[in-house]
């Protein structure tokens, strides 16, 4: 599975940004995905993760209520993250990622892309 991130940016806090993943190579509907996302100096953290159908979905702490994951499993093989209310801590490089389980554990997830700049200026 090959994974490209696309969406990130410059946006003052309270902003919103769309990130959309396209996924190629096999069949994504059967992959559980992800968005993580590692701001300088610190560890890779869990974001958002869904099941291949979208039915269970699971946000960090820190985004709920502001961030939502959703997926097109149809022609366009896409995962989206949507970020409103965007904060300033919120800025980091953001993945995504494929998987075979339902985890928030980035080292069991077996797919990655490539990271895109999110940066939330005060």
């Given at each position: 599975?090959?994974?490209?991130?696309?969406?990130?940016?410059?946006?003052?806090?309270?902003?919103?940004?769309?990130?959309?993943?396209?996924?190629?190579?096999?069949?994504?509907?059967?992959?559980?995905?992800?968005?993580?996302?590692?701001?300088?100096?610190?560890?890779?953290?869990?974001?958002?993760?869904?099941?291949?159908?979208?039915?269970?979905?699971?946000?960090?702490?820190?985004?709920?209520?502001?961030?939502?994951?959703?997926?097109?499993?149809?022609?366009?093989?896409?995962v989206?993250?949507?970020?409103?209310?965007?904060?300033?801590?919120?800025?980091?490089?953001?993945?995504?990622?494929?998987?075979?389980?339902?985890?928030?554990?980035?080292?069991e997830?077996?797919?990655?892309?490539?990271?895109?700049?999110?940066?939330?200026?005060?």
């Amino acid at each position: 599975v090959q994974l490209q991130a696309s969406g990130g940016g410059l946006v003052q806090a309270g902003g919103s940004l769309r990130l959309s993943c396209a996924a190629s190579g096999r069949t994504f509907s059967n992959f559980v995905m992800g968005w993580f996302r590692q701001a300088p100096g610190k560890e890779r953290e869990f974001v958002a993760v869904n099941t291949w159908n979208g039915g269970s979905t699971y946000n960090a702490g820190s985004v709920k209520g502001r961030f939502t994951i959703s997926r097109d499993n149809n022609a366009k093989n896409t995962v989206y993250l949507q970020m409103n209310s965007l904060k300033p801590e919120d800025t980091a490089v953001y993945y995504c990622a494929a998987g075979g389980r339902l985890t928030t554990t980035p080292n069991e997830f077996d797919y990655w892309g490539q990271g895109t700049q999110v940066t939330v200026s005060s």
